[in-house]
């Protein structure tokens, strides 16, 4: 597997494009906003003008899009999608967090060409995106993920294959319900903190270094007194999430009240014009919000 087509340079995607290239991968690129092709084609990476040019020649074909639709336009439309130029044995890894269900309906619709399909969403924000320590979770068939193996290790460090499609997924949908709530433990925290007169830095260390601790925890609560919300993650992003992760638990016939109230938060937050926060800008949500 020497040659990669990418669609989707957003925060994460494009320092994941960019470590295929430090890997010695050939890559060609595409993105709906050009201007962010220009650091990757100064790299050497070639820039297509539409998604059905990313795929002649490349072995495997990685999407990183924001959701469910955009994989579907990029796969299907019948004037640009990569669809009409796929041929029989190449690989389409879906690395975007999308629906499950929509996700098992694109690969047997991509089967049907005898094209393969991962999902194999991320976890580990812009930071493991840049340091290539993704967590990759893939769902598809082993010997597609077998096949994928270089493309993995120059993304990631921890890479699970976890079973058949759409299981790669459902496992980053519970991530990210754990991920949430565990964000919003730390937003309270970080609130009772800056309200208390107690001293930051002694109150961290303190919470860190007992039961407490969490990798929220070691992330965000300087960030959030310090008011620094720049994206790694986006609020919308973790709200389209949340709201996956809601769907997922209806079709399981399973009440979640804690995934009740935090999607329910993060609406409100990109709502009320937080959506391009970080996720820790869910602190700033509530200073305002709840106070």
């Known amino acids: 597997m020497k040659r990669i087509g990418f669609i989707g340079l957003g925060v994460m995607g494009a320092p994941m494009a960019a470590n295929l290239l430090k890997a010695g991968f050939k890559v060609t690129v595409h993105n709906r906003t050009r201007g962010k092709c220009a650091p990757l084609e100064n790299a050497g990476a070639r820039v297509a003008d539409s998604p059905r040019d990313v795929a002649p020649g ?13 994989v579907n336009t990029v796969l299907f439309d019948q004037d640009h999608g990569i669809a009409t130029t796929l041929e029989a044995g190449q690989v389409v890894v879906d690395m975007s967090t999308i629906d499950p269900a929509s996700s098992v309906e694109f690969g047997r619709t991509l089967s049907a060409r005898e094209v393969h399909w991962l999902d194999a969403p991320v976890s580990g924000g812009q930071k493991g995106a840049v340091d290539g320590t993704l967590s990759i979770m893939v769902g598809g068939s082993p010997d597609a993920f077998d096949r994928c193996r270089p493309l993995w290790e120059a993304l990631g460090k921890n890479i699970l294959h976890v079973g058949p499609s759409g299981h790669g997924l459902m496992l980053k949908l519970i991530n990210q319900v754990a991920v949430a709530e565990s964000l919003l433990a730390t937003t309270e925290a970080a ?9 930051a830095d002694k109150a961290l260390a303190a919470l860190r270094a007992g039961t407490a601790r969490s990798g929220m925890l070691d992330l965000y609560p300087e960030k959030m007194l310090q008011g620094d919300f720049a994206p790694g993650f986006r609020i919308r992003l973790m709200h389209k999430d949340l709201r996956l992760a809601v769907n997922m638990a209806r079709t399981l016939g399973l009440s979640l009240p804690g ?14 014009g937080f959506g391009e926060d970080g996720t820790q800008g869910l602190y700033r949500f509530m ?5």
């Open 58 to 70: 490349a072995d495997a074909v990685v999407l990183m899009l924001p959701d469910t639709e955009d």
């Open 191 to 199: 609130r009772l903190i800056a309200h208390s007169g107690l001293q």
């Open 259 to 272: 995934l009740q109230l935090l999607y329910t938060c993060f609406q409100e937050a990109e709502a009320a």
């Open 287 to 291: 200073e305002k919000h709840y106070a």
